[in-house]
């Protein structure tokens, strides 16, 4: 099983600054790795997949990067509706999908 | 629109059964692979369970398997996770998901319906 890591795992930020999170697989995932947002009392939402393609609808302020073992998900300049929790997942070997433990980006 | 509805959630009690559908709508259901993802209290995302579009092929993580089982009626556009044998670590707000059509991973989201086990 392919284990996820995230970090941080909490990340204050200004609105409007720039925020960067990292996840980490235990081996690698090539481009197979997906971003999502969840946000309080909501289900998640898929933001990034193949590591740096948007989703439908997703705006260009988030941008993914990376391959193999190590991804970032950059929001560059944070809007309210952005606090929130965001979770890696590889769905290069399966099963499982394995997901990251989250990274809470909360209003500084 | 497209869109996923879960429904069946509630309270049962350890070692009952419990059978949770996905409502699916706006889309060829029976063209897309489903998931099961369960998030308990507080907690992190943890993949349950996946049945392909067909139904032919199912898999289970390993903290359910034997205990929880997936299955479809595509005439009914329905998906369903059969639970038995509940113990309390299966309390969870429990999603079901689309598997994209080009990419696995999960496009779609049911807005999650809610399973505590306790006695």
């Known amino acids: 099983e392919i284990m996820m890591t995230q970090s941080p795992a909490t990340l204050s930020v200004s609105p409007g600054e720039r925020a960067t999170l990292s996840c980490r697989a235990s081996?690698?995932?090539?481009?197979?790795l997906a971003w999502y947002q969840q946000k309080p009392g909501q289900a998640p939402r898929l933001l990034i997949y193949?590591?740096?393609t948007r989703a439908t609808g997703i705006p260009p302020r988030f941008s993914g990067t990376g391959s193999g073992t190590e991804f970032t998900l950059t929001i560059s300049s944070l809007q309210s509706e952005d606090f929130a929790v965001y979770y890696c997942q590889q769905y290069n070997n399966w099963p499982p999908w394995t997901f990251g433990q989250g990274t809470k980006v909360e209003i500084k | 629109q497209v869109q996923l509805m879960e429904s069946g959630g509630g309270v049962v009690q350890p070692g009952r059964s419990l059978r949770l559908s996905c409502a699916a709508s706006?889309?060829?259901?029976?063209?897309?692979?489903m998931h099961w993802v369960r998030q308990a209290p507080g907690k992190g995302l943890e993949w349950v369970a996946i049945?392909?579009?067909?139904?032919?092929?199912?898999y289970f993580a390993d903290s359910v398997k034997g205990r929880l089982t997936i299955s479809r009626d595509n005439s009914k556009n329905t998906l369903y996770l059969q639970m038995s044998s509940l113990i309390p670590e299966d309390t969870a707000v429990y999603y079901c998901?689309?598997?994209?059509?080009?990419?696995?991973?999960?496009?779609?989201w049911g807005q999650g319906t809610m399973v505590t086990v306790s006695s």
């Open positions: 193949a590591a740096s």
């Open positions: 706006g889309f060829t259901f029976s063209t897309y692979a």
């Open positions: 998901a689309r598997e994209g059509a080009w990419v696995s991973a999960f496009d779609i």
């Open positions: 081996q690698s995932v090539s481009s197979n």
């Open positions: 049945i392909s579009s067909d139904g032919s092929n199912k």
